[in-house]
């Protein structure tokens, strides 16, 4: 597995604001992906990101919404923008180390009021 | 129809018992899959993959495939309280994607 840790861990942020999650990873990975996990649901993907190439996005997520950086193979970033109560939820990163296999970061608990 | 199918549950297992999760997919042509366990307040653990038809055991679990029901199941032998959480089914998509169950939430009563 890897070792992969999230900032920050939780916030409370005002409607309108946006909050940047960094997700790092303590060895090099092709691939990175960013999760939402509303409360008492299952994970949902929001996008897919290789290093120097553009985030792939799901199915109702946007890059305006949801801007991903991956400047390097060990860490990648998601901006949540002009946020609402609605994307309050835990917003996770994992990385894929073969065969599919992804391990999670420990998300980042985010509240909008 | 969703594309991963678990039982909700919750699901409710004696301490020592056999405890049974199930799920179906419904993209024939998926062949990895995943099992993680997601205890309250924490993010997931990836627990067991399987990619064959068959069992594939490691430890007290068992992961069992069968590719023409489109159905996987994940046994805990010997369930103990510290196995209470919210289990998780995934399959691959393609060559990246993860599509998720709405898992199982399982408690084991001592």
């Known amino acids: 597995s890897a070792v992969i840790s999230q900032k920050p861990s939780r916030d409370i942020c005002q409607r309108g604001t946006s909050l940047t999650i960094q997700c790092q990873v303590d060895?090099?990975?092709?691939?990175m992906f960013w999760y939402r996990q509303q409360p008492g649901q299952s994970l949902t993907l929001i996008a897919t990101?290789?290093?120097?190439?553009?985030?792939?996005?799901e199915s109702g997520f946007v890059i305006d919404k949801f801007p991903i950086s991956r400047p390097n193979l060990t860490f990648s970033t998601l901006t949540v923008s002009n946020m609402s109560p609605e994307d309050s939820s835990i917003y996770l990163c994992s990385v894929e180390l073969g065969l599919g296999e992804q391990y999670f970061g420990p998300g980042t608990r985010l509240t909008v009021t | 129809q969703k594309e991963v199918e678990q039982n909700s549950g919750p699901l409710s297992v004696p301490e020592g018992a056999i405890a049974s999760l199930n799920c179906t997919y419904s993209d024939r042509g998926s062949q990895s899959f995943f099992w993680y366990r997601q205890y309250s307040g924490k993010s997931p653990e990836l627990i067991m993959f399987?990619?064959?038809?068959g069992d594939k055991e490691d430890g007290r679990f068992t992961a069992q495939l069968n590719k023409a029901s489109q159905y996987v199941s994940l046994l805990i032998r010997d369930s103990q309280p510290s196995d209470s959480a919210t289990y998780l089914c995934?399959?691959?998509?393609?060559?990246?994607?993860?599509?998720f169950g709405q898992g199982t939430r399982l408690t084991i009563n001592p």
């Open positions: 060895s090099q990975v092709t691939m």
């Open positions: 990101a290789n290093q120097g190439s553009e985030a792939t996005y």
């Open positions: 995934a399959v691959l998509q393609g060559a990246q994607k993860l599509v």
């Open positions: 399987i990619y064959s038809n």
